[in-house]
């Protein structure tokens, strides 16, 4: 298993453009996240889905888009890119098992506006 | 609004000493608290908690929940340079969504 990845590692965007940053899982998990960190804020969630085809907005939802095609990928898309978005990425999915109910996160995005 | 509070944000502390970090939740809807060591990357998990009264444990690490109270502590034993990390506490509420909401962290760091 790879367990969850993420690419691009590193992004340096300019104001006003768009990207999707990319996440995959091969666990065959129903729920996946995003999540952004900024310094002293811990996580915040941006966007979530319960399974393919259901996403629903987290804490900070604005200027971000997401789909659930299938149940492997879970793509984000920064619609017209702001220095306010400058963070680092985190794409995350569950094990919703009985004894466990833990979160995978994959290796982050750092990703820069300038 | 849901939220979750750690204390303290930040923390210094020498070899061998024990360390109690705190986090308190004002969720609706509570279903389970989580704790995790974040080091130069992702967040990796520590334990997730659902039971008031219930210590988990892993070697030098302990967690326990207060649903009455509305926290939870996470104990460090003994210290070591390799326990340096930003520790992170998070809330799932509802059921069946998977989402999380996290504390700010907090950051310690462990000196020879």
């Known amino acids: 298993n790879a367990g969850v990845t993420q690419t691009p590692k590193f992004q340096v965007l300019k104001t006003g453009q768009s990207m999707t940053l990319q996440c995959a899982q091969d666990m065959n998990h129903e729920y996946m996240s995003w999540y952004r960190q900024d310094p002293g804020m811990g996580l915040r969630l941006i966007h979530y889905?319960?399974?393919?085809?259901?996403?629903d907005q987290g804490e900070v939802p604005n200027g971000y888009n997401v789909s659930r095609s299938t149940t492997e990928d879970f793509p984000l898309r920064l619609l017209s890119a702001a220095p306010s978005q400058t963070s680092v990425y985190f794409c995350a999915s569950n094990d919703r098992g009985i004894t466990t109910d833990t979160q995978y996160f994959g290796p982050g995005t750092r990703l820069t506006v300038l | 609004e849901d939220k979750v509070v750690q204390s303290p944000l930040s923390l210094v502390v020498h070899e061998g000493d024990t360390v109690t970090l705190n986090c308190s939740y004002e969720v609706t809807n509570f279903r389970s608290l989580l704790w995790y060591k974040q080091e130069k990357k992702a967040p990796t998990f520590l334990f997730m908690l659902t039971s008031s009264g219930i210590e988990k444990k892993s070697g030098r690490l302990s967690s326990i929940l207060d649903k009455k109270e509305l926290f939870s502590i996470l104990n460090i034993t003994a210290t070591q340079t390799g326990d340096s990390a930003i520790y992170l506490c998070a809330v799932e509420t509802s059921g069946n969504t998977g989402k999380l909401i996290f504390g700010q962290g907090t950051t310690l760091q462990v000196k020879p």
């Open positions: 889905s319960v399974g393919a085809g259901i996403t």
